[in-house]
């Protein structure tokens, strides 16, 4: 069975950081698409970036050089690193697995609050 674990989110000040991480069970995520997508509240889910069976990262406009993603092989866990963090970052964030961006649905975890406020 396909489990992903979502942790690390919390209440940090504009500015901040955190790092967040997803551990998947049931499969291997070494070789294999993910993504972080992030819904806010009122609004609809928005992709934030993916990274994908070769480890090649993109990352929406917004998260360009304040994201990073990555994934341990070894913990079979993958990580959005948030940096320069924003009040409109406010969200929650979730990893997904066969995410299909046209509908933007997939395989999600429960997923992990940020809130960014001072």
């Known amino acids: 069975e396909v489990q992903l674990v979502e942790s690390g989110g919390g209440l940090v000040q504009p500015g901040g950081s955190l790092r967040l991480s997803c551990r998947a069970s049931g499969f291997s995520l070494s070789n294999v698409a993910m993504n972080w997508v992030r819904q806010a509240p009122g609004k609809e889910l928005e992709w934030v970036g993916g990274i994908n069976g070769l480890g090649v990262k993109y990352y929406e406009d917004f998260a360009l050089g304040r994201f990073s993603i990555s994934r341990d092989n070894s913990k079979n866990t993958l990580y959005l690193q948030l940096n320069g963090l924003k009040t409109e970052d406010t969200a929650i964030y979730y990893c997904?697995?066969?995410?299909?961006?046209?509908?933007?649905?997939?395989?999600r975890g429960q997923g992990t609050q940020v809130t960014v406020s001072s």
């Open positions: 997904a697995k066969d995410f299909d961006m046209s509908t933007m649905t997939g395989t």
